[in-house]
């Protein structure tokens, strides 16, 4: 649940300048580019890795599953939202294979509940 409309789910952390984040909102990529999609960060400003079509994975501050598998060995990671796949939610990046991990927001407030982080092998 979050107060306004973004969320982001960070992975593969190194520093604040080397790390991978996905970037959930209630826009869509086309209307606003640095919105609702997988970013990349390694030494200089974001880039999106992810296709910018789509729909915002958003629409509402209820209650969302979210639902993020990334596959270390093929660089993939796939972001599903209340079920639901997006292609702006997809994407393929092997700079960074592994890293600590980090649930938040850019300036805004959100709330986390079941919180589960596995490995499938």
Known sequence: M???GSLILVYN???SSHFNYVHLSVDSPEKQIVHNGIFHVYGSDR???SKGIGAGSLPTTAWTKVKMVYDANSGRIVVE???QKFPSLDAVDVSLTSG???LGSFFETAQFRNLK???TR
Do not use: E, L, Q, T
Request: proline share 6%; aromatic share 6%; glycine share 16%.
């Open 117 to 119: 982080i596995s490995p």
């Open 100 to 102: 600590k991990i980090g």
């Open 81 to 83: 939202v209340g079920g």
């Open 13 to 15: 952390w190194k520093d």
């Open 47 to 49: 880039s999106r890795i």
């Open 2 to 4: 979050r107060d306004m």
